[in-house]
């Protein structure tokens, strides 16, 4: 059974930093792309980052946090991350980590990551940004 399970939210000011983390249980670990989604109440859940399996170099990044936040994993502790710098009263909201569906190397991450189709979620760590 596939689990995600995230830490590391809360709530900081205006240019603080934050590291979401996303530990991974039930599946070879490797053989996924993951990413992460966030979602503020009454609005539609929104893809933030993604890196391809086997944790290569191969990320991707919603325009607004690109050059702040920065996706990586540990593919020997099964631990996906967020570095989140420069955080802005816009990036609060509930953090989601996500497991793509399908194994294998994804070949066009920024397609994948703007929909929410073919994701396994966790359960979510709220952030809060003041300003």
């Known amino acids: 059974q596939v689990q995600l399970e995230e830490s590391g939210g809360g709530s900081v000011q205006s240019g603080g930093s934050l590291t979401l983390s996303c530990v991974a249980s039930g599946y070879r670990y490797s053989d996924f792309a993951m990413a992460w989604f966030r979602q503020i109440p009454g609005q539609d859940r929104e893809g933030v980052a993604i890196?391809?399996?086997?944790?290569?170099?191969?990320?991707a990044y919603v325009p607004s946090v690109m050059g702040r936040f920065t996706i990586s994993v540990d593919t020997a502790k099964n631990t996906l991350y967020l570095q989140m710098n420069d955080l802005k009263p816009e990036d609060t909201a509930m953090y989601y980590c996500?497991?793509?569906?399908?194994?294998?190397?994804?070949?066009?991450?920024?397609?994948?990551?703007?929909?929410?189709?073919?994701?396994?979620w966790g359960q979510g760590t709220q952030v809060t940004v003041s300003s």
């Open positions: 890196i391809n399996n086997y944790g290569n170099s191969d990320t």
């Open positions: 996500a497991r793509y569906q399908f194994s294998g190397r994804i070949q066009f991450l920024s397609r994948v990551l703007a929909s929410t189709d073919n994701f396994l």
